[in-house]
Each structure stands twice: as C-alpha cells, then as structure tokens.
C-alpha cells in the first residue's frame, strides 16, 4: 500500500514549543501533501512540496522532504492552542488519487 | 468563490437502509473524490469522479457507489448499510484537468457527513 505512517501518534507540548511530525511512506512519489484537520471536520491543505524540492516555508510550518529515505517532515513554530487538530499526510504517486496517511494528533497546552 | 458543500451534515440510518450523500463543488472544479474516515481505518478512498465519469476507485464493496452530473455536483450512494459502514464520509474537489498529465494537486474539502448506522 502507498498510504503513508505519521510518527508520532500523538503528541502534546506546551503553547509556544516547537511540534515536529513525521511521515513515511512506501513508493516514488510526485508531491507530498500536509493536511489539518480539526475535530469532526473537513481536511485543510497546508502545504505542498514536489518530489523535487527538499524543504518549503509557509508562515510557521516548514516541511521537508527525503526521497532517498521516502519520508517528510512537518514543523509547525511557536505553537498556539489553534494549532490543536491532526494532521495528515498524503502522497501523490502518479495518475491515481492521493493516500492519506494515519495522522498525528497535536495537542498545544495554553 | 464558495467552498465544498455535503449535505446532510448528519444522518442516522439504520441496518439494511440505503443512502444518498451530496457534495458540490467549488465552482470550476471538475474532479470529485470521496473517503470515507473511521477511527480504525483512518481516510479512505472510495472513488474520484472527473466530467461525469469515474476515474478512479477504491476497495470498496459495490454497495458504495457515485455518479457526478453535468455541473459536476456528485452524490454517493451506500445500499443495505452495515453497521460497520458508520464513518465520516468527506467530499474533496480539485482543479486536476487533462493535458499536461495527471497530478495530484491540493483537494478541497467538504465539512463532511458524519453517518451512523444503527
């Protein structure tokens, strides 16, 4: 299966840490994807990096990405308790649809 | 532009009934998937419509089927539901188009439809 792993499951810090999530996945990909999700609700695109580039900002998330290792990173700075809700990775393989993978659950303490 | 719309937003069937869910599209947006979520199974995919024809599908039983119309608005349909078929049911549109190859671009999605069979 292309669907991807997030490492960890679960993860709590304090309002103002760093939270870093990680992904695996299993074949070549052409983009990997980082979606959020609150609580009951639809998917939110955060961010999009080809198979080609190896890191991209967006305001305070940070993603990277290792094709040699098939996995990414995403980095969300100086955390807010709106920052609260899972996120998902999922990976573009080709003409197919996008796998999700099975999420991390970010807690941020106020 | 207005976002992904599902509608109902909750529904409470019980075993053996059949049901309709109903997305539309941001407008413009010609590609319409369907996941199903579970806690056990995370996201899922059920099938992606394109110009009223479908393009891709999971693994799903044949219960679960879609169609999408001319103004691209999609409906799925689970027949003779199982318990087990309980889930957020989420609607994800995309500006995908043909030339120039498949890809995967960002999906937008619905706030979903949140089934429970009984």
């Known amino acids: 299966s292309q669907q991807g792993e997030e490492d960890p499951q679960a993860l709590s810090i304090q309002e103002g840490e760093n939270a870093t999530m990680n992904c695996s996945y299993k074949t070549s990909i052409n983009n990997l994807q980082w979606y959020r999700q609150n609580s009951g609700r639809g998917l939110v695109h955060l961010i999009l990096i080809r198979s080609n580039e190896r890191e991209k900002h967006s305001g305070r998330l940070r993603v990277t990405l290792d094709t040699s290792k098939k996995s990414s990173s995403l980095l969300i700075t100086a955390s807010r308790a709106a920052d609260t809700a899972s996120y998902f990775c999922a990976t573009d393989a080709g003409a197919n649809n996008l796998f999700f993978g099975t999420g991390t659950r970010l807690t941020v303490i106020p | 532009k207005a976002g992904v719309t599902q509608t109902p937003r909750y529904l409470i069937k019980t075993r053996g009934q059949q049901v309709t869910l109903s997305c539309s599209p941001i407008s413009g947006h010609r590609s319409v998937s369907w996941y199903q979520q579970t806690p056990g199974q995370g996201l899922q995919f059920l099938f992606e419509?394109?110009?009223?024809?479908?393009?891709n599908k999971g693994n799903f039983p044949g219960r679960f089927s879609g169609r999408q119309f001319s103004n691209s608005r999609s409906e799925m349909n689970v027949s003779t539901l199982e318990l087990g078929d309980s889930a957020l049911y989420l609607c994800a549109s995309s500006p995908k188009s043909w030339p120039g190859g498949w890809t995967n671009e960002k999906l937008f999605f619905g706030s979903g439809t949140q089934l429970s069979v009984l």
């Open positions: 419509y394109f110009s009223e024809t479908q393009r």
